[in-house]
């Protein structure tokens, strides 16, 4: 099935850029997703990109997929606290979604 | 108006019991599911329905029986709570069965702390 792998932790200066990153194994998904959790909340879909396209920009966020490298990440510019949370890319599985672990983005002032 | 509701938010029960978690949609969506997320933060589908059809059942013990009266409800009930199913439980929908680029909807979850 579907492996889909993040790393668990990134920490980042209010101000600067982060980036996180997503690899995959199965590249059959049309669509892959990033979705944010804050503290106590469901999660709440923040992107996705089309699985033909290389970039999706929209706002401070900057989707890049490379399908060679079954690689996803996903840039925040200029990072506020605000955007901390933890971040799960997704691939779309048999008739499901198949999540990451998780990327928690911690800001420090 | 919230779009994906659970109740209860919390639930604290002893090992043994029988507990139920409920779930409704007021999106008009076909196809909805329930996600356990464990203490690390992983999330992993338990089940899910389309139009009141059992879609997926991703390996769950049969102690855990969803139920779908309607398309806008999906219940859980866990019988023989055990210390392993304490978790945060979720809801979600969508308009598909997930392989449209439509996208999932979540309830605020359930922490269900089994002592």
């Known amino acids: 099935g579907e492996d889909v792998e993040q790393s668990l932790f990134l920490s980042v200066r209010e101000g600067d850029s982060s980036v996180i990153n997503c690899t995959y194994t199965d590249s059959s998904s049309t669509y892959l997703y990033w979705y944010k959790q804050e503290p106590g909340a469901g999660l709440q879909l923040l992107t996705y990109i089309f699985s033909n396209m290389d970039m999706k920009q929209d706002q401070r966020l900057t989707v890049l997929l490379n399908k060679k490298d079954k690689h996803l990440s996903l840039r925040i510019a200029d990072t506020q606290t605000g955007d901390s949370a933890i971040y799960f890319c997704?691939?779309?599985?048999?008739?499901?979604?198949?999540f990451g672990q998780g990327t928690r983005l911690t800001i420090n002032p | 108006d919230t779009a994906v509701s659970q109740t209860p938010k919390y639930l604290v029960t002893q090992m043994g019991n029988d507990k139920s978690i409920k779930c409704e949609q007021n999106?008009?969506?076909?196809?909805m599911y329930w996600y356990k997320q464990d203490s690390k933060k992983f999330l992993k589908i338990m089940f899910s329905?389309?139009?009141?059809?059992?879609?997926i059942n991703e390996t769950v013990p049969n102690r855990f029986s969803p139920k779908s009266p309607d398309k806008a409800h999906l219940n859980l009930h866990i019988n023989s709570l055990e210390l392993g199913d304490s978790a945060v439980y979720f809801c979600?929908?969508?308009?598909?069965?997930?392989?449209?680029?439509?996208?999932?909807?979540f309830g605020p979850g359930t922490r269900l702390t089994v002592l």
């Open positions: 997704a691939l779309e599985g048999a008739q499901k979604l198949v």
């Open positions: 999106l008009g969506h076909d196809t």
């Open positions: 329905y389309n139009n009141k059809e059992l879609i």
């Open positions: 979600a929908s969508s308009q598909a069965g997930g392989g449209a680029g439509n996208e999932q909807f």
